[in-house]
């Protein structure tokens, strides 16, 4: 779908309504509906503790004051990341 940039200024800030599918909460496996949270929850955990592991491997984690804190950041942030790139 190309549209100029002029029709995009023109139609007001709600063209990105029409160009993101955003009312999908849910991924289809045939009849069964998972909740998107619980499809990129998981993911982001092990990426955090990845992230962790690594840090308490090379040291680094000294640098960090509350790493348990830290971790359930990293937990948010790489599962924000994940759902607003790879949003169904």
Known sequence: MVVGIESLLA??????VGLF???????QLGDLLIP?????????FL???LVVAILEYTGLSRF??????FF???VVLFASLI???FRP
Do not use: T, Y
């Open 83 to 85: 759902g607003i790139f």
């Open 36 to 44: 998107w949270i619980l499809a990129i929850g998981p993911i982001g």
């Open 11 to 16: 139609s007001g800030p709600l063209f990105l």
């Open 72 to 74: 359930i950041a990293l």
């Open 21 to 27: 599918h955003m009312n999908q909460a849910e991924i």
């Open 64 to 69: 960090v004051w509350h790493l348990p804190l």
């Open 47 to 49: 990426l955090a503790w």
